[in-house]
């Protein structure tokens, strides 16, 4: 049971910029959490189709930076989401996805701003968005990043 | 025979120390009255389980009235031969008024007893301005004493302040209280202790009441900042020669109160320093500033480890614990008398009904001194 | 030119079964170890430019990688050693001196570890640290041999006369000089950080104080060096101490040399030299050459202060330091800094790190002992320096005499470098010896502020702990006290000079 002081607060993986080291560590563990196995080589090997993908990489010379979903408060993708497939956890706060329900029209790729969600066109549904790790204490990009550059940012809603 | 006063050494050199524990006593007449030796004989004799029959001695206060202008030496030497070698680097510094052997009774349990040996005397002037450097009698004492017992071989002196004297050797209180007739002495200021070395070795110049100028002092403990402090005060021309940690603290004394002109309280907090976060709870900025001053100068003589001791000038009767009081001391008073000691017994069975008794706390002096 | 035959120092060894092809090791290596092979669709690695720094290998997610030493030992012996032969390789092919970085890697004697520590057992009781005070506190700087007490009103005493300046430690442990330039802003910040965090000193070595470490300075000790880098009035003032630096143990008589490439437009402003131009430190001091020369700069920077910090000086510990020592306390200093023969540095001609000057234990022992044989220990405070690595160092160095120690390689250690000694390169992959801002970001400075000051934290507890052990409750009892140290294995001239006994002697 959350309470309802729980619900008011946000939680979202920030990245500094000034700290990433280009080294996409978060990506290899985005990619093994969301595996089957949860194991690092098996995940990336023999698991099919790959499963993962919630952050993404943004790279130009000497600056990198890791971009994944910001938990908005009030999230585009929700609002434009047509079959409630994108919905706002009023618990936690968080964005999830439920491909059950997903049509694959792609809006929330249309709308979200930092350009998170990705489109899987060969399923014509949404790949995969940051689901926070479910309830991890630490999202798993944030626990493998070795600069600390990846941070679990916890705010109350404005 | 075995040699006694020539230091038996394990290892060559001088400096190494033996570890003890032990029982304290002392009283002092604030008035200044002379208190029997039979008080301090039976306050000591009663804590027998504190030492082991290896070292017991006393000092005591006021005892040569008709010398007490003059310096008494008390020397234990191996043999005459040892004896008139120190005698002669005696009358080098030395104008000697009276001599004679120190009176004693005989004893059948001790063994290997030196030659012991009295000495009244005066420094002279030349000795004096010898040391150079702004030096005062006290001084030429110092370097008197610390040549004898480093130089001249089989010769040691044990006592050499004024109009007081220090009776030790190795047996326990009762044949070394008998031996030296410590009863029939008379004194306003009383110190004794017993002894439990936790080393086979032992000689009589190891025993307590260890003594210079007019200090004379007695420790239960082991001293394990030992090498630090036995380093910083060679730094100042004392070195420690008698194997026992408890010489750091007797010239420490000297040090601090006699020649840097602190009183009993700040050597105190020098000795047993005060820990860090309570002297940054200290409100007054002043003290705060005095007590880190103490700290940072004289971390050389910050004494480690399990204390208690007793010293006295001849004016005052000092009682002393570690930081944490690792080792016991109880003080009482009843009238002009007070006393300080290892144990409520001992305080007891020669003041059965003090009007005050208690526990000093750790690293705070108990300081009695004699009315003006 | 024919063909560099060099033969490459370390294997790359991959772990083809659990590489995932993340190219997180093509991405990370700065030395272009690692390439993508398009064909082959796998990473590929060209092991002649491997460093051995091992970042690669602690960043691959499946533990693919393990870098080791390349087995290609010679024939011809143990006097014919592989560095030999190799250094020899070297020169041939380039004509020049053969350059190296950190600590000494001979196996110079470690007298560290030929001493051990006492404890108390029954006659004293050793003290619990969890439930008694240990103190730790430490000043560097000059005293008085004694204190002057006035009587204030009804009699309670007063400081007489203020103490000389001093530096107030927490922990007998200080982060050695290192200049911004020859590592990163980063891990100034870091090591800065850590030592305010727990109350001891950084030193800004030769390189000037940045404006981000200004907030740091008053934990500063501030280098004044041969080339006078950012030496400054504002650099004096802000300092919490300063020190003249004459000598470093890894290159004793020789002076620095910061390469072009690393003088950035950040580094030339901190240094007030232009962007891109060596950064040379000349050997001596141009102004000093005598023992009254050095006198002059003490008291020049001590007048520019006001007197209101310590001055020390920092030597190389040399043949006859002990004498040298004596000379820079009547010179006016307040501390002295000695750096031994294993110290660290980010480039030195190896023939000179590997080879000139003397282990700091005996250094340290002859200095601490002379001082006391002169009277003059209590005018000067000893920092001991060079290949310090663990707690027990630290408190031995104590017991020989020292007032605090300096740390540089362990604490670069702490940030995570792995004593590949090619800083020199600048090419350091772990962020620290290095000015190209693609590295840099990769010490997050509140990393490793927090790895450094948590190496304090750990070294000060044990040394707490030992310190307990000992029956000893505050470090001013264990400094100098060589009762608590024994030898083993050495022979006499060695314990002689290092004034301890050996181990199964009784006090």
Same mark, same amino acid.
């Given at each position: *049971?959350? =309470?309802?002081?729980?619900?008011?607060?946000?939680?979202?993986?920030?990245?500094?910029?000034?700290?990433?080291?280009?080294?996409?560590?978060?990506?290899?563990?985005?990619?093994?959490?969301?595996?089957?196995?949860?194991?690092?080589?098996?995940?990336?090997? =023999?698991?099919?189709?790959?499963?993962?993908?919630?952050?993404?990489?943004?790279?130009?010379?000497?600056?990198?930076?890791?971009?994944?979903?910001?938990?908005?408060?009030?999230?585009?993708?929700?609002?434009?989401?047509?079959?409630?497939? *994108?919905?706002?956890?009023?618990?936690?706060?968080?964005?999830?996805?439920?491909?059950?329900?997903?049509?694959?029209?792609? *809006?929330?790729? *249309? =709308?979200?701003? =930092?350009?998170?969600?990705?489109?899987?066109?060969?399923?014509?549904?949404?790949?995969?968005?940051?689901?926070?790790?479910?309830?991890?204490?630490?999202?798993?990009?944030?626990?493998?990043?070795?600069?600390?550059?990846?941070?679990?940012?916890?705010?109350?809603?404005? | 025979?075995?040699?006694?006063?020539?230091?038996?050494?394990?290892?060559?050199?001088?400096?190494?120390?033996?570890?003890?524990?032990?029982?304290?006593?002392?009283?002092?007449?604030?008035?200044?009255?002379?208190?029997?030796?039979? $008080?301090?004989?039976?306050?000591?004799?009663?804590?027998?389980?504190?030492?082991?029959?290896? !070292?017991?001695?006393?000092?005591?206060?006021?005892?040569?009235?008709?010398?007490?202008?003059?310096?008494?030496?008390?020397?234990?030497?191996?043999?005459?031969? $040892?004896?008139?070698?120190?005698?002669?680097?005696?009358?080098?510094?030395?104008?000697?008024?009276?001599?004679?052997?120190?009176?004693?009774?005989?004893?059948?349990?001790?063994?290997?007893?030196?030659?012991?040996?009295?000495?009244?005397?005066?420094?002279?002037?030349?000795?004096?301005?010898?040391? !150079?450097?702004?030096?005062?009698?006290?001084?030429?004492?110092?370097?008197?004493?610390?040549?004898?017992?480093?130089?001249?071989?089989?010769?040691?002196?044990?006592?050499?302040?004024?109009?007081?004297?220090?009776?030790?050797?190795?047996?326990?209180?009762?044949?070394?209280?008998?031996?030296?007739?410590?009863?029939?002495?008379?004194?306003?200021?009383?110190?004794?202790?017993?002894?439990?070395?936790?080393?086979?070795?032992?000689?009589?110049?190891?025993?307590?009441?260890?003594?210079?100028?007019?200090?004379?002092?007695?420790?239960?403990?082991?001293?394990?900042?030992?090498?630090?402090?036995?380093?910083?005060?060679?730094?100042?021309?004392?070195?420690?020669?008698?194997?026992?940690?408890?010489?750091?603290?007797?010239?420490?004394?000297?040090?601090?109160?006699?020649?840097?002109?602190?009183?009993?309280?700040?050597?105190?907090?020098?000795?047993?320093?005060?820990?860090?976060?309570?002297?940054?709870?200290?409100?007054?900025?002043?003290?705060?500033?005095?007590?880190?001053?103490?700290?940072?100068?004289?971390?050389? $003589?910050?004494?480690?480890?399990?204390?208690?001791?007793?010293?006295?000038?001849?004016?005052?009767?000092?009682?002393?614990?570690?930081?944490?009081?690792?080792?016991?001391?109880?003080?009482?008073?009843?009238?002009?008398?007070?006393?300080?000691?290892?144990?409520?017994?001992?305080?007891?069975?020669?003041?059965?009904?003090?009007?005050?008794?208690?526990?000093?706390?750790?690293?705070?002096?108990?300081?009695?001194?004699?009315?003006? | 030119?024919?063909?560099?035959?060099?033969?490459?120092?370390?294997?790359?060894?991959?772990?083809?079964?659990?590489?995932?092809?993340?190219?997180?090791?093509?991405?990370?290596?700065?030395?272009?170890?690692?390439?993508?092979?398009?064909?082959?669709?796998?990473?590929?690695?060209?092991?002649?430019?491997?460093?051995?720094?091992?970042?690669?290998?602690?960043?691959?997610?499946?533990?693919?990688?393990?870098?080791?030493?390349?087995?290609?030992?010679?024939?011809?012996?143990?006097?014919?050693?592989?560095?030999?032969?190799?250094?020899?390789?070297?020169?041939?092919?380039?004509?020049?001196?053969?350059?190296?970085?950190?600590?000494?890697?001979?196996?110079?004697?470690?007298?560290?570890?030929?001493?051990?520590?006492?404890?108390?057992?029954?006659?004293?009781?050793?003290?619990?640290?969890?439930?008694?005070?240990?103190?730790?506190?430490?000043?560097?700087?000059?005293?008085?041999?004694?204190?002057?007490?006035?009587?204030?009103?009804?009699?309670?005493?007063?400081?007489?006369?203020?103490?000389?300046?001093?530096?107030?430690?927490?922990?007998?442990?200080?982060?050695?000089?290192?200049?911004?330039?020859?590592?990163?802003?980063?891990?100034?910040?870091?090591?800065?950080?850590?030592?305010?965090?727990?109350?001891?000193?950084?030193?800004?070595?030769?390189?000037?104080?940045?404006?981000?470490?200004?907030?740091?300075?008053?934990?500063?000790?501030?280098?004044?060096?041969?080339?006078?880098?950012?030496?400054?009035?504002?650099?004096?003032?802000?300092?919490?101490?300063?020190?003249?630096?004459?000598?470093?143990?890894?290159?004793?008589?020789?002076?620095?040399?910061?390469?072009?490439?690393?003088?950035?437009?950040?580094?030339?402003?901190?240094?007030?030299?232009?962007?891109?131009?060596?950064?040379?430190?000349?050997?001596?001091?141009?102004?000093?050459?005598?023992?009254?020369?050095?006198?002059?700069?003490?008291?020049?920077?001590?007048?520019?202060?006001?007197?209101?910090?310590?001055?020390?000086?920092?030597?190389?510990?040399?043949?006859?330091?002990?004498?040298?020592?004596?000379?820079?306390?009547?010179?006016?200093?307040?501390?002295?800094?000695?750096?031994?023969?294993?110290?660290?540095?980010?480039?030195?001609?190896?023939?000179?790190?590997?080879?000139?000057?003397?282990?700091?234990?005996?250094?340290?022992?002859?200095?601490?002992?002379?001082?006391?044989?002169?009277?003059?220990?209590?005018?000067?405070?000893?920092?001991?320096?060079?290949?310090?690595?663990?707690?027990?160092?630290?408190?031995?160095?104590?017991?020989?005499?020292?007032?605090?120690?300096?740390?540089?390689?362990?604490?670069?250690?702490?940030?995570?470098?792995?004593?590949?000694?090619?800083?020199?390169?600048?090419?350091?992959?772990?962020?620290?010896?290095?000015?190209?801002?693609?590295?840099?970001?990769?010490?997050?400075?509140?990393?490793?502020?927090?790895?450094?000051?948590?190496?304090?934290?750990?070294?000060?507890?044990?040394?707490?702990?030992?310190?307990?052990?000992?029956?000893?409750?505050?470090?001013?009892?264990?400094?100098?006290?060589?009762?608590?140290?024994?030898?083993?294995?050495?022979?006499?001239?060695?314990?002689?000079?290092?004034?301890?006994?050996?181990?199964?002697?009784?006090?």
């Amino acid at each position: *049971m959350v =309470t309802a002081k729980a619900a008011r607060r946000r939680r979202r993986v920030a990245v500094r910029e000034e700290y990433c080291i280009g080294c996409r560590l978060c990506e290899v563990a985005c990619v093994t959490r969301h595996s089957r196995s949860r194991d690092v080589v098996a995940a990336h090997k =023999t698991e099919s189709p790959r499963p993962g993908g919630g952050v993404r990489f943004e790279a130009a010379g000497p600056v990198s930076l890791a971009v994944s979903c910001r938990h908005c408060a009030d999230p585009l993708c929700v609002e434009a989401c047509l079959t409630g497939a *994108m919905a706002r956890d009023p618990g936690t706060g968080r964005v999830v996805h439920d491909p059950a329900r997903c049509v694959g029209c792609w *809006m929330c790729v *249309m =709308t979200c701003p =930092t350009g998170v969600p990705r489109p899987d066109p060969a399923a014509h549904r949404l790949a995969f968005k940051c689901d926070l790790c479910g309830g991890d204490d630490l999202p798993a990009c944030v626990a493998a990043c070795p600069n600390a550059a990846a941070v679990l940012v916890e705010e109350d809603e404005p | 025979m075995l040699i006694n006063v020539h230091r038996p050494s394990p290892v060559p050199d001088l400096d190494f120390k033996v570890p003890s524990g032990c029982g304290l006593t002392g009283l002092i007449s604030q008035k200044g009255e002379l208190l029997p030796g039979d $008080a301090i004989y039976r306050s000591l004799c009663s804590m027998e389980e504190r030492g082991n029959g290896l !070292g017991a001695g006393y000092a005591a206060y006021g005892i040569y009235p008709d010398f007490a202008a003059n310096r008494a030496f008390h020397l234990m030497c191996d043999t005459e031969d $040892a004896r008139r070698a120190a005698e002669a680097v005696l009358r080098r510094d030395c104008t000697i008024r009276h001599d004679e052997p120190i009176p004693t009774s005989p004893v059948k349990a001790l063994k290997n007893i030196p030659v012991l040996w009295r000495y009244f005397l005066d420094i002279k002037p030349e000795a004096v301005e010898r040391v !150079g450097g702004g030096a005062t009698e006290p001084d030429a004492v110092v370097r008197l004493v610390m040549e004898i017992n480093r130089k001249v071989d089989g010769a040691f002196v044990f006592s050499s302040g004024r109009n007081m004297g220090i009776f030790k050797g190795v047996g326990n209180p009762e044949e070394i209280g008998e031996f030296f007739r410590i009863p029939a002495y008379r004194a306003n200021v009383w110190i004794g202790h017993n002894r439990f070395p936790t080393n086979s070795v032992s000689w009589w110049g190891g025993a307590h009441p260890f003594g210079l100028l007019d200090w004379s002092l007695v420790h239960n403990g082991e001293i394990s900042s030992y090498g630090t402090n036995r380093r910083y005060l060679e730094s100042y021309g004392y070195w420690c020669t008698l194997q026992t940690d408890t010489e750091v603290m007797a010239y420490l004394f000297d040090l601090l109160v006699r020649r840097h002109g602190l009183d009993f309280d700040l050597a105190a907090q020098v000795m047993a320093a005060p820990f860090w976060t309570r002297i940054e709870r200290e409100e007054d900025p002043e003290a705060r500033r005095l007590s880190s001053a103490l700290r940072a100068v004289y971390g050389g $003589a910050l004494v480690s480890g399990p204390f208690a001791v007793l010293v006295s000038d001849g004016k005052s009767l000092v009682g002393l614990n570690d930081r944490i009081k690792l080792r016991p001391l109880v003080a009482a008073r009843k009238g002009s008398v007070s006393y300080i000691a290892s144990e409520e017994a001992a305080i007891r069975c020669i003041c059965p009904d003090p009007e005050a008794l208690w526990m000093p706390d750790a690293g705070v002096p108990t300081v009695v001194t004699v009315e003006a | 030119m024919a063909r560099t035959r060099v033969a490459p120092d370390f294997a790359v060894r991959r772990d083809t079964a659990r590489c995932i092809n993340c190219k997180a090791c093509v991405r990370l290596c700065a030395n272009g170890v690692h390439v993508w092979d398009e064909v082959a669709g796998a990473p590929v690695a060209d092991e002649s430019k491997c460093v051995g720094c091992h970042f690669c290998e602690e960043h691959c997610p499946t533990r693919a990688l393990s870098i080791e030493r390349a087995p290609a030992e010679t024939t011809s012996g143990g006097h014919w050693t592989r560095s030999a032969i190799r250094g020899i390789g070297r020169q041939a092919e380039t004509g020049g001196i053969l350059l190296g970085a950190m600590g000494n890697d001979r196996p110079q004697m470690a007298y560290f570890d030929r001493l051990v520590l006492n404890a108390a057992q029954v006659t004293n009781p050793s003290i619990d640290p969890l439930r008694e005070p240990m103190e730790l506190k430490t000043f560097i700087g000059s005293r008085p041999d004694r204190i002057e007490i006035a009587r204030g009103a009804g009699g309670r005493p007063r400081l007489g006369a203020p103490l000389p300046p001093l530096l107030e430690i927490e922990t007998p442990i200080m982060f050695s000089a290192m200049s911004y330039g020859s590592i990163s802003l980063n891990a100034c910040r870091s090591l800065a950080g850590a030592a305010g965090e727990i109350g001891t000193c950084w030193n800004t070595g030769e390189g000037g104080l940045h404006p981000d470490l200004e907030s740091c300075a008053d934990r500063a000790i501030v280098q004044v060096a041969s080339g006078r880098f950012g030496v400054t009035p504002e650099y004096l003032a802000r300092a919490a101490a300063i020190e003249i630096k004459v000598g470093q143990g890894a290159k004793p008589g020789i002076g620095g040399h910061l390469p072009g490439g690393k003088v950035t437009e950040d580094v030339s402003r901190t240094r007030r030299i232009p962007v891109g131009s060596d950064a040379i430190s000349p050997a001596p001091h141009h102004d000093i050459y005598s023992i009254e020369d050095l006198k002059q700069l003490i008291f020049a920077l001590k007048e520019a202060t006001r007197y209101s910090k310590p001055v020390g000086v920092k030597i190389a510990a040399v043949h006859n330091v002990a004498s040298i020592a004596i000379g820079i306390v009547h010179a006016g200093a307040d501390f002295i800094a000695i750096d031994g023969i294993r110290g660290g540095t980010g480039a030195a001609p190896s023939v000179i790190r590997d080879h000139v000057g003397i282990p700091i234990e005996l250094a340290l022992a002859s200095v601490d002992q002379r001082l006391r044989e002169e009277g003059l220990r209590h005018r000067v405070s000893i920092i001991a320096a060079g290949g310090i690595r663990s707690s027990a160092d630290v408190l031995k160095a104590i017991a020989l005499g020292a007032d605090a120690v300096y740390i540089a390689t362990a604490a670069l250690v702490a940030l995570g470098c792995h004593v590949c000694r090619t800083c020199y390169l600048g090419k350091c992959n772990w962020g620290i010896a290095t000015q190209d801002p693609a590295l840099t970001r990769r010490l997050n400075p509140e990393v490793g502020q927090t790895r450094a000051a948590n190496l304090l934290r750990a070294w000060s507890h044990e040394i707490k702990e030992m310190l307990g052990g000992m029956g000893v409750n505050a470090i001013e009892s264990v400094r100098g006290n060589r009762d608590h140290l024994r030898g083993v294995g050495l022979s006499q001239v060695e314990l002689d000079l290092l004034g301890i006994k050996h181990a199964g002697s009784p006090w």
